[in-house]
């Protein structure tokens, strides 16, 4: 499974950004993409992630009713993120597994597939 992530960038506190995460390669049944992020000099940190078949969506306390995890027809899922604030600047990956559970989403190590990272910085 290929991952390529884009649409970071810089943005005012209270603006939004839309990222895209493009994946390719072998189709499953069960199939979970999720975003992580990497503040600078802090540990990568879960933010949402879904169940791209099933449509169900999982969100980070941090992020709850700002963001939101979506998927088109064309294999991209985005984040769609709004009232951006300073701390949510960070590098933004995805990554991708196909044999999560739900209960797992949340770490980082049981994603087998990740992305490049996209920068996204929010000035205050």
């Known amino acids: 499974v290929q991952l390529q992530a884009s649409g970071g960038g810089l943005v005012q506190a209270g603006g939004s950004l839309r990222l895209s995460c493009a994946y390719s390669?072998?189709?499953?049944?069960?199939?979970?993409i999720g975003w992580f992020r990497q503040p600078p000099g802090k540990e990568r940190e879960f933010v949402a992630a879904?169940?791209?078949?099933?449509?169900?969506a999982v969100y980070a306390d941090s992020v709850l009713g700002r963001f939101t995890i979506s998927r088109d027809n064309k294999n991209t899922v985005h984040l769609q993120m709004r009232s951006l604030k300073p701390e949510d600047t960070a590098l933004y990956y995805c990554?991708?597994?196909?044999?999560?559970?739900?209960?797992?989403?949340?770490?980082?190590?049981?994603?087998?597939?990740w992305g490049q990272g996209t920068e996204v910085t929010v000035s205050s």
């Open positions: 879904l169940n791209v078949n099933a449509g169900r």
């Open positions: 390669g072998r189709s499953f049944s069960r199939f979970f």
């Open positions: 990554a991708a597994d196909s044999t999560l559970i739900l209960s797992s989403v949340r770490s980082a190590s049981a994603y087998d597939y």
